[in-house]
């Protein structure tokens, strides 16, 4: 349906398209790869040795839940040193030049914020937020994070590698005897991360935010998402029934690209800084008249 040309011509074309501005941008785990949080299905993704925490199994199953505390215990640690990227920083610019009139992202590790974006729509929730599903009260993971140091203080576990959702890879032995606690607003109330697991829906008014905000938009634009789950899929399929052109910037090919207006493959960290100074440099174009000084 699209064009698929290469990484120079595709970013050039896209440059073209997003001058227009209007732009929604639906991000995913791709953009935050080269701030050290893999995908779970691009270039070196998880899902071969992964299998991500479903809401089921952690609401089901203590022995599961303690586990995931230990893991995401220490995967915090190593969320909150990861740093924005080029990519990150370069979809703000597009913000502030007024092109992007919306970011929707799928992923929870706050990066598109620490770029320097705003009023982002985390679709699947944000990691630095606990809640409880007893009694529905909110608090900081930095509170969780010292109560769980405290109940825990001999624990000196080591992870081999993190994971897209917050969590680690760590050896069932070394989780023995790590305490997880509960909620202080109900007294033991089950505490969980306020973000959307696998098996669990997204919020309905979330959801219809996001459909209003495609609906507005001129141009969908998304970037480092494989597209092979409906939660963001279903955006694109909503444009594509509406008319509205979709663009694709992703390593590898993606479940939407039969609906895009162009697709490019590449790095988002290297694409998007140099779709900003393409950018500019047609806006400069456009705006100086033929044959004036420049």
Not at 57 to 83: H, Q
Not at 108 to 124: C, K, M, N, P, Y
Not at 192 to 202: H, S
Request: glycine share 14%.
């Amino acid at each position: 349906m699209g064009q698929h040309g290469g990484v120079s011509e595709g970013t050039s074309t896209l440059a073209r398209l997003l001058t227009g501005g209007g732009v929604l941008v639906l991000s995913g785990a791709g953009i935050s790869t080269e701030s050290g949080i893999p995908d779970y299905r691009g270039p070196g993704g998880t899902l071969n040795r992964h299998t991500p925490m479903t809401y089921q199994t952690f609401t089901g199953d203590p022995v599961a839940r303690r586990r995931y505390w230990a893991r995401s215990y220490l995967g915090w640690r190593a969320m909150t040193r990861a740093a924005p990227n080029n990519g990150h920083r370069a979809v703000a610019s597009l913000q502030r030049r007024g092109l992007v009139s919306g970011i929707v992202t799928q992923n929870v590790d706050g990066l598109h914020q620490a770029g320097g974006a705003r009023s982002v729509i985390e679709l699947h929730g944000n990691l630095r937020e606990v809640v409880c599903l007893g009694c529905g009260h909110s608090s900081p993971r930095e509170e969780l994070d010292h109560r769980l140091t405290e109940a825990n203080p001999r624990f000196g576990a080591l992870p081999t590698a993190i994971n897209p959702d917050g969590d680690v890879e760590l050896p069932d032995e070394e989780i023995d005897g790590f305490q997880v606690v509960g909620c202080r607003a109900c007294a033991g109330g089950m505490l969980k991360p306020d973000v959307v697991f696998f098996g669990e829906t997204v919020p309905a008014e979330r959801v219809r935010t996001c459909f209003s905000l495609v609906e507005e938009a001129r141009l969908l634009l998304v970037l480092g998402s494989s597209l092979t789950v409906m939660s963001g899929r279903r955006f694109v399929l909503h444009a594509a029934k509406l008319g509205i052109p979709v663009a694709i910037v992703n390593q590898g090919p993606t479940r939407g690209d039969g609906y895009a207006e162009l697709t490019v493959d590449g790095p988002l960290g290297t694409v998007l800084p140099e779709l900003v100074r393409l950018v500019d440099t047609e806006i400069d174009t456009e705006t100086v008249p033929t044959g004036s000084p420049r």
